[in-house]
């Protein structure tokens, strides 16, 4: 038998494991394009849960360490990796509820859980991924006669290293670049930091520190003191509430959160299947009390006066105001997306995912009423997709993820929002764009996400970046720092001239029937040379096609190209 404290170390161990090592883990993506980060994604989503995980109290239950962590990552989830991560750990969850200790059997039971899961997340399940790896090490499980927990992973890590080394077998692009999946190598990372708590040894030690998610349910709302000019008197809500709501059985936060909108301000409420977390600053933390105990039982009490706080910074001198401020800004939910209630007059609203000022202004013209920042180099995570769609107070809200390794996350969001949502699987920047341009206020919902997705799918996206390492694709070698054009995906040349491999892109990409092309400078090419290229690609495409080009500021790729 394992106890709470067992299974909580174990977590512990294991998101540390797979931080030390998420830089190998990134660098084992098939193309040498700096936006390998399966490694950062599934350690960031697991990073997600340590906090909670290190306030559990030893005396915990395995019901306890599984539930905090399930939560946490499913918040927390970044990229398609790190979606399945939690699909998995939230399989511990279902199958420990309501356990004091765990045996063999029970982590047979929660790993067989987690694979249906994140099986069932995948709409197309590929072999020789993450998902193979997970799934034979259940089977391994299932098996096995183990009845002591430590002899029993040892075979789960058998049977899971040896498919971990079978991948390049069943994805011959892995085969080609001489790899193993990545994802398949991350979950094998976080398995063997469990192992050695379930050994009886300790916490493998962090060696470095994971990147923080953008999104933290511990500082929301907290970037109040920002204001140079701001007076103690001018904080009207002066207490800083927040509390963890169990929720009654069947019962729905949507009218507390109402309830706390209505009667403060800074609401951050993040809802979990049977938990929520509620933040407020209020005038009142009684009312706020009073009223979300009709709801449920509260745990996790927290109110801070806010006017004390105030003037502790003031003593702390400017400078540092402004420099906790600014880090505050850049964690806390509450600054970015403000949660509103729906609209019952208002019938659309659109969510996007883009990175680089001029992409976000773009998506905001066509109509998007939020933007989260990410892309290739940053996945955002599921709870900051949910914290835009529900300040969206629309009906319906329909999300254009723009990365293929968005779409998970957005889908798990879907599930959480209180309102109802369609996630169109938009895999890129101009598809998403093309989506948006041919949206039908006068259309249903489902109509509008069928017709728009048939828009989308027709756009070809090309896309100009720089190799991140030497690498070998399809027989030729590829050198670090050697400019690569991809089009919908696929390495397609290699040059050292910039222009030249742009326009020529564009050039293979245009079909008889194309009637636009769009170059998309990103933050790393001036004004002037973008302009120059733009003027190649329509010297080289001409004819009757209209080129134009629009300032994206997106970082890692010098050009996207959109040909409709």
């Known amino acids: 038998m394992i106890t709470g404290k067992t299974l909580r170390d174990a977590i512990l161990s294991g998101a540390n494991n797979i931080a030390n090592q998420r830089t190998r883990v990134d660098e084992l993506n098939v193309f040498p394009v700096p936006d390998g980060d399966t490694g950062t994604n599934m350690s960031m989503t697991i990073g997600a849960a340590c906090k909670e995980l290190e306030n559990l109290p030893d005396d915990c239950t395995v019901a306890d360490a599984s539930k905090c962590a399930a939560s946490a990552m499913l918040r927390g989830a970044r990229g398609n990796s790190g979606v399945i991560t939690s699909l998995l750990f939230r399989g511990f969850s279902k199958a420990l509820a309501g356990k004091t200790n765990a045996e063999a059997a029970d982590l047979t039971k929660a790993l067989q859980m987690g694979v249906e899961a994140a099986y069932k997340a995948v709409m197309k399940p590929t072999e020789g991924t993450i998902l193979t790896v997970t799934r034979l090490a259940s089977e391994a499980a299932v098996a096995s006669t183990a009845t002591e927990v430590p002899a029993l992973w040892d075979e789960v890590l058998a049977a899971g290293q040896a498919a971990l080394e079978d991948t390049p077998n069943q994805l ?300 070998e694709y399809d027989g030729r070698p590829i050198h670090k720092g050697e400019i690569m054009a991809l089009e919908n995906g696929k390495i397609v040349a290699t040059g050292n001239d910039l222009a030249k491999m742009t326009y020529r892109l564009a050039r293979s990409m245009k079909k008889k029937d194309t009637q636009f092309i769009t170059v998309i400078s990103g933050c790393d090419v001036s004004d002037e040379d973008a302009e120059r290229t733009t003027d190649l690609v329509r010297a080289k495409c001409g004819g009757n096609i209209e080129v134009s080009h629009i300032s994206g500021g997106q970082p890692v790729y010098y050009y996207m190209i959109s040909v409709e």
């Open 172 to 471: 011959p692009v892995l085969k080609k670049a001489g790899v193993v999946d990545a994802g398949g190598q991350g979950i094998m990372l976080v398995f063997e930091g469990m192992k050695q708590v379930f050994d009886g040894g300790e916490i493998i030690p962090s060696q470095e520190v994971a990147a923080k998610p953008k999104v933290s349910s511990e500082s929301a709302g907290k970037g109040v003191f920002t204001d140079d000019l701001m007076k103690v008197e001018d904080i009207k809500n002066g207490y800083c509430t927040q509390f963890l709501l169990h929720k009654n059985e069947g019962a729905s936060v949507t009218r507390l959160r109402a309830f706390l909108e209505s009667n403060g301000d800074s609401v951050v409420v993040i809802e979990d299947d049977d938990v929520a977390n509620c933040h407020v600053h209020t005038s009142d933390p009684g009312m706020m009390l009073s009223e979300a105990i009709k709801y449920g039982y509260l745990t996790d009490f927290k109110i801070e006066n806010m006017h004390e706080q105030f003037l502790a910074r003031q003593k702390q001198g400017k400078g540092l105001e402004k420099q906790a401020a600014a880090e505050e800004r850049a964690a806390a939910q509450g600054e970015q997306f403000v949660y509103a209630a729906v609209d019952p007059e208002r019938a659309y609203g659109f969510v996007a995912v883009a990175a680089g000022e001029g992409l976000k202004a773009v998506f905001g013209d066509l109509g998007v009423d939020a933007v989260v920042s990410g892309g290739q180099t940053m996945n955002p995570a599921t709870e900051d997709i949910l914290a835009a769609i529900q300040s969206v107070p629309a009906k319906t809200v329909l999300v254009l993820p723009n990365n293929k390794n968005i779409i998970m996350a957005a889908e798990q969001a879907q599930k959480l929002a209180d309102r109802q949502v369609l996630v169109l699987p938009t895999r890129t920047v101009p598809q998403g764009m093309t989506a948006m341009l041919n949206f039908d206020p006068d259309a249903a919902p489902e109509e509008n996400a069928v017709n728009m997705m048939a828009a989308a799918d027709k756009v070809s996206t090309g896309l100009v970046t720089y190799a991140a390492r030497d690498s």
